[in-house]
């Protein structure tokens, strides 16, 4: 509802890289619960946004709060326990620890406060418990996916960003995925999802951002998103 403090705000959002700006100026806001959608065409600063809100970027201008505290420039870890994390389009598991071992640094790193979820319950919900102890680097691509999931659900986030974390993913394996990210919404959490595949957004969004050239063009569901020229253009005249 619109009475609903967000639990971020991006404010005016610069982001440069040289003389390039990835982000020019991007502002929105997501409600704790919400799974808000960014899209847009490539190099349109998707993942550069989710960089700059999870701390691996500096930004180089505007402003990132979370609960209602400037967090701009503030480290990734330090933001760890603060309650956000994050997914990598490529994940980056520990290679030579096992899949439990993984899991057991990032409880062991997680926000402060809050019950820590138990190790097991979530190799299990994640479907890691047959490969729990096996090296990281014996996973497949999804399975790593997973363990890039449960390691960031095992910090007990209340902004969880998750980039690409459905590509490459099977017809069965998304559908499963998406009704977990619902559900974890549903407990409370917010959760921002960067996407290509647009019929897996359209089912777990509450709504989306539209990026282009590191502008937000458009706010809101995404069926009105793609009745809309300048979003048509954007995809299709690229
Ligand atoms: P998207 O996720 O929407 O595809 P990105 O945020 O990855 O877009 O990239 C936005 C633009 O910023 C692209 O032109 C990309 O090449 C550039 N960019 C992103 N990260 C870096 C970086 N670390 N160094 C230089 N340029 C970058």
């Known amino acids: 509802s619109p009475d609903t403090k967000p639990i971020l705000s991006v404010d005016k959002l610069v982001k440069r890289f ?3 700006v990835a982000l ?4 929105f806001h997501a409600a704790p619960g919400e799974v808000l959608g960014l899209v847009g065409p490539n190099g349109s600063g998707k993942t550069t946004a989710i960089n700059v809100i999870s701390g691996l970027y500096a930004p180089d201008g505007g402003e990132v709060a979370f609960d209602g505290e400037p967090i701009g420039g503030i480290a990734s870890h330090k933001l760890v326990h603060r309650g956000i994390n994050r997914t990598f389009q490529v994940p980056k598991p520990f290679m030579s620890l096992t899949v439990r071992e993984n899991v057991r640094v990032a ?3 997680g926000h402060i406060g809050g019950t820590p ?3 097991d319950a979530l190799l299990d919900e994640y479907r890691l418990d047959a490969v729990a102890d096996r090296p990281a680097a014996d996973l497949n691509s999804a399975q790593q996916k997973m363990l ?3 390691r960031a659900l095992a910090t007990r986030p209340r902004l969880l960003l998750l980039d690409e974390l459905a590509a490459g993913l099977n017809p069965a394996e998304l559908h499963w995925i998406a009704e977990r990210i619902k559900q974890l919404a549903a407990g409370g959490m917010s ?3 960067v996407e290509h595949l647009m019929g897996f957004i359209e089912h777990i969004t509450d709504r989306v951002i539209v990026l282009n050239a590191g502008r937000e063009i458009f706010e809101g569901k995404l069926a009105a998103a793609v009745k809309e020229p300048q979003v048509i253009e954007v995809f299709l005249g690229g």
Do not use: E
Request: net charge negative.
């Open 117 to 119: 979820p138990a190790l």
């Open 18 to 20: 040289g003389g390039f």
């Open 107 to 109: 409880l062991a790193y």
């Open 24 to 27: 020019d100026g991007l502002s």
């Open 191 to 193: 959760i921002i999802v």
């Open 148 to 150: 890039d999931l449960v």
